[in-house]
């Protein structure tokens, strides 16, 4: 069962314009799929994955793209990134043609260096991740999500409200399509094949880590710190490798698309970066398997379940930004006094707080408002708490109560 991508118009506007698309995300999250399934009987198909297709392409770049069949699908391209110069001849030979070359990547280290020096002005390049909510929910036209009024508004025409036990079967069974459309049946072989094919093909073979252990236990041991400030040196010790082993790891889970990094917001941009992040798996089920939570009840009434709600949310957040071409602008707020804000999206200048609560009465949750991010000298845009409330209702003038089902 193909399930519609909110993507899929913006790939097709972007090949309006563009000689060449780079498609980028995780293994298993159906970028070929996707791409297949839009220009099927148009495009022909080859695939780096193959050893010994891999191998002719490094070895011979030009004979390999001479003997394409134009307009190509060129599947897990980071393989051989011998291609990218002989790609930019191919499509200047014809300056009016758009969309000749479609490709999929798997991994961002010095393949997006390779793209953005040989292919400068001539590439689009998109980033996909799993299965949306509201993919899965059929509103794939969804925008993405900010919590401003009008929006808000908007999702209330088209989305519903999800009991909190469905909501924890989501976010344990994950977002790979394979696992949605099969709803959640061979779970555990579905992500032991999975962490086994990442570790092996990935980090491995490609990557160049030796120690797979370590490396599976690393992975096991950030799982469980999902949706915390990193701390490497605690890490580091858990492992049993090095700080900068560790770091360099962080840095193969992020350009892979396992995790990502939410920095604290600053007035001042430069400061951003140099504070502590947060990280996130982006993959709940994934997560899920990695810390041993063997089916949703366990999880929802674990000692993981509220870090495991605040991952799904982000990663829902983020797919909506990234699945609309757009780069999620996302941080979070902490300060000496140990105030927090689970996310800030930024927007035409303004910052639109978010908190992400497991209750369903957000009155009795302690939550006092958003009052003390005023500090920040920047202006503050309308907030939401994301709950199980079941309706859509105002917390007060600049704060609604939304029900976790309108991402």
Not at 65 to 91: G, M, N, T, W
Not at 263 to 285: A, C, E, I, Q, S
Not at 345 to 359: C, M, N, S
Request: proline share 5%.
């Amino acid at each position: 069962m193909y399930i519609k991508r909110t993507i899929e118009q913006h790939i097709l506007d972007v090949n309006k314009s563009f000689k060449v698309l780079l498609l980028t995300g995780p293994r298993q999250i159906g970028k070929t799929t996707l791409l297949e399934n839009l220009q099927k009987e148009s495009r022909s198909y080859v695939s780096l994955d193959a050893l010994d297709v891999r191998l002719s392409a490094k070895e011979d770049p030009a004979g390999f793209i001479d003997r394409l069949s134009l307009p190509v699908l060129i599947d897990e391209v980071q393989y051989a990134p011998e291609l990218f110069s002989y790609i930019k001849i191919a499509v200047d030979k014809d300056k009016a043609k758009k969309g000749l070359f479609w490709m999929t990547g798997s991994q961002q280290f010095s393949m997006m260096k390779d793209v953005s020096e040989s292919l400068a002005g001539r590439v689009a390049i998109l980033g996909m991740r799993g299965i949306s909510l509201a993919e899965e929910e059929g509103r794939p036209e969804t925008p993405p999500f900010i919590p401003a009024l009008d929006v808000l508004k908007q999702r209330h025409e088209i989305a519903r409200s999800i009991p909190l036990k469905d909501i924890y079967y989501k976010i344990w069974r994950g977002s790979y399509p394979d696992i949605v459309t099969s709803k959640g049946k061979g779970w555990q072989k579905f992500y032991e094949s999975y962490v086994l094919t990442y570790a092996e093909r990935d980090a491995r073979d490609y990557l160049q880590i030796d120690n797979l252990v370590a490396f599976r236990k690393f992975m096991q041991v950030a799982a469980a710190r999902t949706g915390q400030m990193i701390n490497y040196r605690e890490i580091s010790k858990e492992v049993g490798v090095s700080e900068p082993t560790i770091k360099s790891w962080f840095n193969v889970l992020e350009a892979t698309g396992i995790v990502t990094f939410i920095y604290p917001y600053y007035k001042n941009v430069g400061k951003r970066v140099l504070k502590t992040p947060k990280f996130y798996f982006l993959d709940t089920g994934l997560c899920c398997y990695l810390t041993k939570w063997v089916n949703p009840d366990v999880l929802e009434s674990g000692a993981m379940s509220g870090a495991m709600l605040e991952t799904w949310v982000v990663s829902e957040i983020i797919k909506s930004w990234l699945h609309n071409g757009l780069e999620p602008p996302l941080y979070y707020y902490a300060d000496k006094e140990k105030r927090e804000v689970d996310l800030l999206i930024e927007q035409a200048g303004h910052l639109h707080p978010i908190e992400i609560k497991k209750t369903a009465s957000v009155r009795n949750s302690g939550f006092k408002g958003f009052d003390y991010l005023r500090n920040l000298k920047t202006p503050i845009g309308h907030g939401c708490i994301l709950c199980f409330n079941t309706s859509f209702i105002p917390y007060n003038r600049d704060i609604d109560i939304v029900p976790i089902g309108y991402l």
